[in-house]
């Protein structure tokens, strides 16, 4: 590859073929380290993807203080730790969001021999959204207890869904805080 210095500053110029050179000297290696973190192709895709495509955007600004093998590097580093840590989240507010659905709204589907726990974990639950403000506690239990959307229930309240979702998002936060002891003896490692 030529001298990676003029080839950052002929990208910084809005040099397409130098942008080409370098994502197709750099592809494989960045999407094989993705993809040794991940185990997917397609997720290992379009990480590098966005990489490059932030590259592009903001060729302009690019300060680079290592070489270019290097600063890429962590760019994919930093997309999967960030992907891997959306993707915990997600998983520990999915079953939050189930925890809550099967017990504290009293889902008869619920299986007989986790009863016991339901009930305490539906008291913890209780005690923990009274420690909430009143509006976001409100905009919790009409979302889970009513099953209204998040636009029935801006439109209920006068306020926007985008504030609901806060609400809602805010609720699950203090619940996963504050239910962190209580959940990691129910789930699986692998999703903590």
């Known amino acids: 590859m030529k001298d990676e210095y003029d080839l950052i500053i002929k990208i910084s110029n809005d040099d397409g073929k130098a942008f080409e050179e370098l994502f197709n000297h750099y592809f494989q290696y960045l999407h094989n380290i993705a993809y040794n973190r991940l185990g997917s192709a397609e997720l290992a895709d379009d990480i590098i993807q966005d990489i490059f495509t932030d590259l592009w955007k903001n060729r302009r600004r690019l300060n680079i203080h290592t070489s270019i093998k290097s600063y890429l590097y962590q760019a994919v580093r930093n997309k999967v730790y960030k992907f891997i840590r959306h993707q915990t989240i997600r998983q520990k507010e999915v ?3 189930k925890i809550y659905d099967e017990y504290y709204s009293g889902n008869p589907f619920a299986q007989s021999h986790d009863l016991l ?6 008291e913890l639950i209780t005690k923990h959204l009274n420690e909430l403000p009143d509006k976001s506690r409100n905009i919790f239990l009409l979302s889970r207890e009513k099953h209204f959307t998040h636009q029935e229930i801006a439109e209920k309240l006068n306020c926007s869904p985008k504030t ?4 809602i998002s805010k609720v699950l936060r203090h619940l996963r805080s504050n239910l962190k002891e209580y959940v990691i003896t129910l789930i699986p490692f692998s999703l903590l």
């Open 117 to 122: 726990e339901g009930e305490e974990l539906k």
């Open 95 to 97: 079953y939050i969001r």
């Open 164 to 167: 609901v979702e806060y609400h």
